[in-house]
């Protein structure tokens, strides 16, 4: 294909579309004439609503700078310190954004999918619950897949274990007794 140019007079620039290059053609959609006199419209025509910036608009009345600046921290000028009041979960100690109902995703979930409470949580994470297994710190909870109840507290080790079992008894004691064999 031979590589035209744009057909406005004195302009040497590759055609885009109409036999325009993107210039004449964004003048053309916007003023419905591809004229030099009418102005090239601009993404940001006006300039943010912050006194003393003179980038364009971007967000919000803002350039990106403080936009971005007001999502982190909830101020334009980035004065204040940042704004957790409904951004982060309330649990306490944990700095994840929320994702419904006030929590963040990981504990949203461990309250909808297996109905244990706020101090279970807690607790669970502050290492004051013992594995139903071995004793050692527990960090998941154990649930039927079937019905969906929530069965108690296991270490990741025993959860694992579980889950390789099929939550199978009959397997767990052949394992049991596989192992008595072997010691």
């Not at 000028?77 to 994840?96: E, F, T, W």
């Not at 949203?108 to 244990?116: F, P, Q, S, T, V």
């Given at each position: 294909?031979?590589?035209?140019?744009?057909s406005?007079?004195?302009?040497?620039?590759k055609?885009?579309?109409?036999?325009?290059?993107?210039a004449?053609?964004?003048?053309w959609?916007?003023?419905?004439?591809?004229?030099?006199?009418?102005?090239?419209?601009?993404?940001?025509?006006?300039?943010?609503?912050?006194?003393?910036?003179?980038?364009?608009?971007?967000?919000?009345?803002?350039?990106?700078?403080?936009?971005?600046r007001?999502?982190k921290?909830?101020d334009v000028?980035?004065?204040?310190?940042?704004?957790?009041?409904?951004?982060?979960?309330?649990?306490?100690?944990?700095?994840?954004?929320?994702?419904?109902?006030?929590?963040?995703?990981?504990?949203?979930?461990?309250?909808?999918?297996?109905?244990?409470?706020?101090?279970?949580?807690?607790?669970?994470?502050?290492?004051?619950?013992?594995?139903?297994?071995?004793?050692?710190?527990?960090?998941?909870?154990?649930?039927?897949?079937?019905?969906?109840?929530?069965r108690?507290?296991?270490?990741?080790?025993?959860?694992?274990?579980?889950?390789?079992?099929?939550?199978?008894?009959?397997?767990?004691e052949?394992a049991?007794?596989?192992?008595?064999r072997?010691?």
């Amino acid at each position: 294909m031979a590589n035209l140019t744009c057909s406005v007079k004195d302009c040497d620039r590759k055609v885009k579309a109409r036999g325009w290059c993107a210039a004449h053609y964004e003048r053309w959609r916007f003023h419905g004439d591809v004229g030099a006199d009418a102005p090239i419209r601009k993404y940001g025509t006006k300039s943010c609503a912050v006194a003393g910036c003179d980038e364009d608009r971007r967000a919000r009345e803002w350039c990106m700078l403080h936009y971005k600046r007001w999502w982190k921290t909830g101020d334009v000028n980035g004065s204040r310190p940042v704004n957790k009041v409904g951004r982060r979960c309330r649990l306490p100690g944990c700095d994840r954004r929320v994702n419904a109902r006030g929590y963040c995703s990981a504990h949203y979930r461990k309250i909808r999918l297996y109905g244990i409470t706020v101090e279970q949580i807690e607790a669970l994470e502050a290492g004051r619950v013992e594995c139903e297994i071995c004793g050692r710190q527990a960090s998941d909870v154990d649930h039927c897949h079937v019905s969906g109840e929530t069965r108690g507290f296991l270490c990741n080790p025993c959860n694992r274990l579980l889950a390789a079992a099929r939550d199978d008894a009959a397997v767990l004691e052949s394992a049991a007794a596989y192992l008595a064999r072997l010691v």
